[in-house]
């Protein structure tokens, strides 16, 4: 995983055209040259991004490099030899960077106004988009080998609430069988697999809370599973212990049902809401 800190501007072209101005980022680089921006403000998702199978090329203009070759030559000479060993160009120019007491903004400048010191230029591979970005001043750029990832965990409740289901999977409609849990697809397992009453297929997104996005991913897998001619057609059903209004009206409009869990009650608790003592 490759972090950089940098002032930088970037331009979305192909299916769509999109332009951030020059800012203060974070872009995010990927082991699979997947390239995202992110900023300080907004939510969780990134400002723009190429996803992959993509190639990444970095390219430095002449004027920056001539400008980082006059910058190294007045370092001290220790760190020549570490530098064109260096992977990164851009590591002499971060060092050259935090001695510098004067630093103008780049915020409401125009693009044409400024001179990149490197460019990084993301193409699709299967298809003509590319996302290019300009980088201005870099204040960080590291790189960290993350490991082997064992993947997304999911909380206590919500894997019972799943594997409770698979055991009482009636409760979708009498005559139902499992077919299994964390049904494999090429966008991820569908958390349960199952067969209704009259053989059709059905895929069943179980969440804690249900909202809009759980929705959103029910209907990706739909659409995917119904592709698959030994499957479909395939119906959905949105289970979960609570359901938010806009995630239901949502889920029915696509064709889902929606589905309460009680989770005391799967796990076979007693309900002790009408005990005197």
């Known amino acids: 995983m490759r972090i950089i800190v940098a002032d930088c501007s970037a331009e979305y072209s192909g299916r769509l055209t ?3 101005p020059p800012a203060r980022r974070v872009l995010l680089i990927k082991a699979d040259n ?3 921006i992110f900023s300080e403000l907004g939510s969780y998702k990134p400002l723009n991004w190429m996803a992959a199978p993509c190639t990444i090329k970095e390219i430095v203009p002449d004027t920056a490099a001539l400008t980082a070759t006059e910058s190294s030559a007045v370092t001290s000479n220790d760190t ?3 530098t064109a060993d260096s992977s990164h160009a851009d590591t002499t120019v971060s060092s050259v960077d935090a001695t510098d007491d004067v630093h103008v903004s780049v915020v409401g400048k125009d693009p044409s106004e400024l001179t990149p010191i490197k460019l990084l230029r993301v193409a699709a591979d299967k298809s003509s988009d590319i996302l290019e970005v300009a980088l201005y001043r870099i204040y960080s750029d590291e790189t960290y080998d ?3 990832d064992p993947g997304l965990i999911k909380d206590g409740v919500e894997d ?5 289901l698979a055991q009482q999977i009636t409760r979708i409609g009498e005559g139902a069988k499992l077919v299994r849990r964390e049904y494999p697809t090429a966008i991820g397992p569908v958390d349960i697999m199952a067969i209704d009453a009259d053989g059709t297929h059905v895929a069943i997104e179980i969440k804690r809370h249900g909202g809009i996005d759980g929705v959103e991913q029910l209907t990706r897998y739909c659409e995917l599973l119904n592709r698959d001619p030994l499957l479909a057609p395939v119906r959905g059903i949105f289970a979960a212990q609570t359901i938010t209004p806009q995630a239901r ?3 029915q409009d ?3 049902t929606c589905l309460i869990l009680d989770y005391d009650e799967m796990r076979g608790a007693e309900d002790d809401s009408l005990r005197l003592f």
């Not at 019972?160 to 409770?164: D, E, F, I, K």
């Open 18 to 20: 999109a332009s951030l």
């Open 34 to 36: 997947s390239l995202l």
């Open 80 to 82: 020549v030899g570490d």
């Open 146 to 148: 993350l490991g082997e």
């Open 160 to 164: 019972h609430l799943q594997r409770y």
């Open 249 to 251: 009206v949502l889920a």
């Open 254 to 256: 696509r064709g889902f």
